[in-house]
T-cell receptor, first 114, second 116 residues
Framework: KQEVTQIPAALSVPEGENLVLNCSFT??????LQWFRQDPGKGLTSLLL?????REQTSGRLNASLDKSSGRSTLYIAASQPGDSATYLC?????????????FGAGTILRVKS | GAVVSQHPSWVICKSGTSVKIECRSL??????MFWYRQFPKQSLMLMAT?????????EQGVEKDKFLINHASLTLSTLTVTSAHPEDSSFYIC????????????FGPGTRLTVT
């Protein structure tokens, strides 16, 4: 059974800091891994999707890496801003499962203080 | 592109009544949609997979007679919570399998259900 763990559960940083969010998964046989952002009471916004054959993806100040063999992914946020405050969710699509199901981690709650 | 909407965004209903939530893909056709629920400060839990023109596939522990799913067209899936109880109060989010990137899901904004 695929399980996804995110560390830390919560993080509070001053504006301008670079930070790293961690995601680990128990079964390395995945098709892809996706990072999402969720604002309070809102739906999910996809940030980055990494296919299993890729090592990293970048979008603006965000960089996500994937080490499939070790079951880890990191989301790097450069020069954090108060507007980055949100919950960040990591999700994997297990390779052996049928139906395109995503397995989510519990999320990291990020607060960037101005 | 690839926008998913949900209606209503929030709903309050009395215990014992039924409530329907709609999920629409606005600018693409989605043969597969997914329904999730999220309790406060918890992650998303998949409830069921909805395929256009066929019966939904429910995850273990989800009552199919309580959570009725209909995917009658390529742009619309509905979730009906029947005989709602206060413990059904939750945030319900749908997603649709996207038209471009293989297996990418696009998520709706969610529906907050409160059962009194």
């Amino acid at each position: 059974k695929q399980e996804v763990t995110q560390i830390p559960a919560a993080l509070s940083v001053p504006e301008g800091e670079n930070l790293v969010l961690n995601c680990s998964f128990t079964d390395s046989a995945i098709y892809n891994l996706q990072w999402f952002r969720q604002d309070p009471g809102k739906g999910l916004t996809s940030l980055l999707l990494i296919q299993s054959s890729q090592r990293e993806q970048t979008s603006g100040r965000l960089n996500a890496s994937l080490d499939k063999s070790s079951g880890r992914s990191t989301l790097y946020i450069a020069a954090s801003q108060p507007g980055d405050s949100a919950t960040y969710l990591c999700a994997v699509r297990p390779g052996r499962e049928y139906g395109n199901k995503l397995v989510f981690g519990a999320g990291t709650i990020l607060r960037v203080k101005s | 592109g690839a926008v998913v909407s949900q209606h209503p965004s929030w709903v309050i209903c009395k215990s014992g009544t039924s409530v329907k939530i709609e999920c629409r893909s606005l600018d693409f056709q989605a043969t597969t949609m997914f329904w999730y629920r999220q309790f406060p400060k918890q992650s998303l839990m998949l409830m069921a997979t909805s395929n256009e023109g066929s019966k939904a596939t429910y995850e273990q522990g989800v009552e199919k007679d309580k959570f009725l799913i209909n995917h009658a067209s390529l742009t619309l899936s509905t979730l009906t919570v029947t005989s709602a109880h206060p413990e059904d109060s939750s945030f319900y989010i749908c997603s649709a399998r996207g038209p471009l990137v293989a297996y990418e899901q696009y998520f709706g904004p969610g529906t907050r259900l409160t059962v009194t």
